[in-house]
């Protein structure tokens, strides 16, 4: 992109100065329209060191109301992060609805560095690539404006810039060693920059370049690409989103009314003997995974009154109460809601070495978002797809992804519903909402069967657990931890 980049005319001192003075009240015009239409807005700045990305930056936030933008300036991640997914420390910060975000350095800069150093070989950098497009492209595909501009100097330019800088004590600290050794091969990271580029220009994401010798023409460039790119995605906020062909490997599994029940039943001897050997095992194995860096996702979904809550109750108690977290999902926090719905749980995967487990979780978009209306059709139709990147995502980063459906059938599940009723230290547990539910069971089992035939991959396979014994599906739970753990191992 570099290479072939034709630089637009710089404008008079006269015209400048009136184009300038009006981009920066259409900018300023835009954000209130933005906050109206709940519009989230995530602008990247990447370019050359010494290219003015900061300065520029100042200049353009400078009429917008600070109460609805953030500036997040892009650092060497920390320890912590380095235990959690590549996206992760990124797609935290995106933006709620209605607000900016400016990245001032980003997951490109990271993955261009990683490159040039040789600290990715080109399999790695090619993983990148595709974990960035993809995430880029959910981000869009959920109504977010992603703005990515490139701020370009020629390498004579960028050695003068900071040798000015170096020679003045006030600004000398501004100038590191990455800068300087990123000018004396400047070559080479320039074709890291055009490659990258090149891969990652995405319609619904394009790369703008931004001739950046001149600060007010930097910053007038910007502002028309920002005002322009707002107004297109605030037209196109109505359109549907085209769905994508599922390209993972999907394996086969029998609906829900095809899986049987009745026979799945374990006597309460056998159950303590089975337990006690399990947990025994488990144990062991969080010791083994702690060591080794072997981080594990546990998902639950299943009917209410399933045994959801007893069955993770038998799993934690196999484990060092220092390398777990349990999450019950509940309806998202406005805050949560504001954002890209898969947010909230990115912002509670474990570090590596750590087990996360999950009492509801992402599926809910698939069902009961789906089946209550708090989506659109397009929604979650496109949700199974980012479902198994989502997931994909995760086991690439060498996490152990397991997930269950506890099942058990109507009958069962109305004996449950009554005894928590007419059971007073248990009548917390059943809510009207419960009922309301399962007055649309037969639409949740089609809504369920289809996330089970749509989601269940060769990396994150579905495990049914039959449930109308809680003891057989405790036990059955905890040998199937086992062995996707030792499997791993």
């Given at each position: 992109m570099l290479?072939?980049?034709s630089k637009g005319?710089?404008?008079?001192?006269?015209?400048?100065?009136?184009?300038?003075?009006e981009?920066?009240?259409?900018?300023?015009?835009r954000?209130t329209?933005i906050?109206e239409?709940?519009?989230?807005?995530?602008v990247?700045l990447?370019g050359?060191?010494a290219?003015?990305k900061?300065s520029?930056?100042g200049r353009?936030?400078r009429n917008?109301?600070?109460?609805?933008f953030k500036?997040?300036?892009g650092k060497?991640?920390?320890?912590d992060e380095?235990?959690?997914?590549?996206?992760?420390?990124?797609?935290?910060?995106?933006?709620e609805?209605?607000?900016?975000s400016?990245?001032?350095g980003?997951?490109?800069?990271?993955?261009t560095?990683?490159?040039v150093q040789?600290?990715?070989?080109e399999?790695a950098?090619?993983?990148r690539l595709a974990?960035?497009?993809c995430?880029e492209?959910?981000?869009?595909?959920?109504g977010?404006l992603?703005?990515k501009?490139?701020?370009h100097?020629?390498e004579?330019?960028?050695k003068?810039?900071?040798?000015?800088?170096l020679?003045?004590?006030?600004?000398?600290?501004?100038v590191?060693?990455?800068?300087?050794?990123?000018?004396r091969?400047?070559?080479?990271?320039e074709?890291?920059?055009?490659?990258y580029m090149?891969?990652?220009n995405q319609?619904?994401?394009?790369?703008?370049?931004?001739d950046s010798?001149?600060?007010?023409?930097?910053?007038?460039q910007m502002?028309?690409?920002m005002?322009?790119?707002i107004?297109?995605?605030?037209?196109n906020q109505s359109q549907a989103?085209p769905?994508l062909q599922?390209?993972f490997?999907?394996?086969?599994?029998p609906k829900l009314?095809?899986?049987?029940?009745k026979d799945?039943?374990l006597e309460?001897?056998?159950y303590?003997?089975e337990?006690?050997i399990?947990?025994?095992?488990?144990s062991?194995?969080h010791?083994?995974?702690?060591h080794?860096?072997l981080p594990?996702?546990i998902a639950?979904?299943?009917w209410d009154?399933?045994?959801?809550?007893?069955n993770?109750k038998?799993?934690?108690?196999?484990l060092d109460p220092r390398?777990?977290?349990?999450h019950?999902?509940?309806?998202?926090?406005?805050?949560?809601?504001a954002?890209?719905y898969?947010?909230?749980?990115?912002n509670?995967?474990?570090?590596d070495?750590?087990i996360?487990?999950?009492d509801?979780?992402?599926?809910g978009?698939?069902?009961?978002?789906?089946?209550?209306?708090f989506?659109?059709?397009?929604?979650?139709?496109?949700a199974y797809?980012?479902?198994?990147e989502?997931?994909?995502?995760?086991?690439?980063?060498?996490?152990?992804?397991?997930?269950f459906?506890?099942?058990?059938?109507?009958?069962t599940?109305?004996?449950?519903?009554?005894?928590?009723?007419n059971?007073p230290?248990?009548?917390?547990?059943?809510t009207d909402?419960?009922w309301?539910?399962?007055?649309?069971?037969d639409l949740y089992?089609?809504?369920v069967?289809?996330m089970l035939?749509?989601?269940?991959?060769a990396?994150?396979?579905?495990h049914?657990?039959?449930s109308n014994?809680?003891k057989?599906?405790?036990?059955?739970a905890l040998k199937?931890?086992?062995?996707?753990?030792?499997?791993k191992?």
């Amino acid at each position: 992109m570099l290479k072939e980049w034709s630089k637009g005319t710089k404008p008079d001192g006269e015209e400048l100065d009136r184009r300038l003075e009006e981009a920066r009240a259409q900018l300023a015009a835009r954000q209130t329209v933005i906050k109206e239409k709940k519009l989230p807005v995530l602008v990247i700045l990447e370019g050359w060191g010494a290219a003015g990305k900061g300065s520029v930056l100042g200049r353009v936030i400078r009429n917008m109301d600070p109460r609805f933008f953030k500036v997040d300036v892009g650092k060497e991640p920390t320890e912590d992060e380095q235990r959690r997914p590549f996206l992760y420390r990124h797609f935290v910060k995106i933006p709620e609805a209605g607000k900016f975000s400016f990245l001032v350095g980003s997951w490109m800069k990271e993955v261009t560095k990683g490159l040039v150093q040789g600290e990715l070989d080109e399999k790695a950098y090619n993983n990148r690539l595709a974990s960035i497009k993809c995430f880029e492209r959910q981000l869009t595909d959920n109504g977010y404006l992603v703005l990515k501009f490139f701020f370009h100097i020629d390498e004579k330019e960028q050695k003068k810039r900071l040798e000015e800088l170096l020679e003045d004590k006030h600004t000398k600290w501004r100038v590191s060693e990455a800068d300087l050794s990123q000018n004396r091969n400047y070559k080479k990271w320039e074709k890291a920059y055009d490659g990258y580029m090149e891969q990652t220009n995405q319609s619904s994401a394009p790369w703008y370049l931004i001739d950046s010798k001149n600060k007010k023409w930097a910053e007038l460039q910007m502002l028309e690409f920002m005002v322009r790119g707002i107004d297109t995605a605030l037209m196109n906020q109505s359109q549907a989103v085209p769905l994508l062909q599922n390209h993972f490997p999907l394996k086969t599994i029998p609906k829900l009314s095809e899986i049987s029940l009745k026979d799945k039943v374990l006597e309460e001897k056998e159950y303590r003997e089975e337990l006690k050997i399990c947990q025994k095992r488990l144990s062991e194995l969080h010791n083994e995974l702690y060591h080794k860096k072997l981080p594990v996702i546990i998902a639950y979904e299943g009917w209410d009154a399933a045994g959801k809550g007893g069955n993770i109750k038998r799993i934690a108690a196999a484990l060092d109460p220092r390398g777990y977290e349990v999450h019950p999902i509940a309806s998202p926090e406005p805050h949560e809601k504001a954002r890209h719905y898969l947010w909230r749980f990115w912002n509670r995967l474990p570090k590596d070495g750590h087990i996360a487990i999950f009492d509801r979780t992402w599926y809910g978009r698939v069902m009961v978002e789906r089946l209550e209306g708090f989506c659109s059709e397009n929604d979650w139709q496109r949700a199974y797809n980012e479902i198994n990147e989502f997931e994909k995502e995760l086991a690439d980063w060498g996490a152990v992804v397991i997930k269950f459906w506890v099942q058990i059938d109507k009958d069962t599940q109305l004996e449950r519903f009554t005894l928590r009723q007419n059971t007073p230290e248990k009548r917390w547990k059943i809510t009207d909402e419960d009922w309301r539910n399962r007055e649309k069971w037969d639409l949740y089992e089609e809504a369920v069967n289809e996330m089970l035939q749509k989601t269940n991959t060769a990396y994150a396979p579905w495990h049914v657990l039959e449930s109308n014994d809680k003891k057989y599906a405790r036990v059955k739970a905890l040998k199937t931890v086992i062995a996707a753990i030792e499997e791993k191992l």
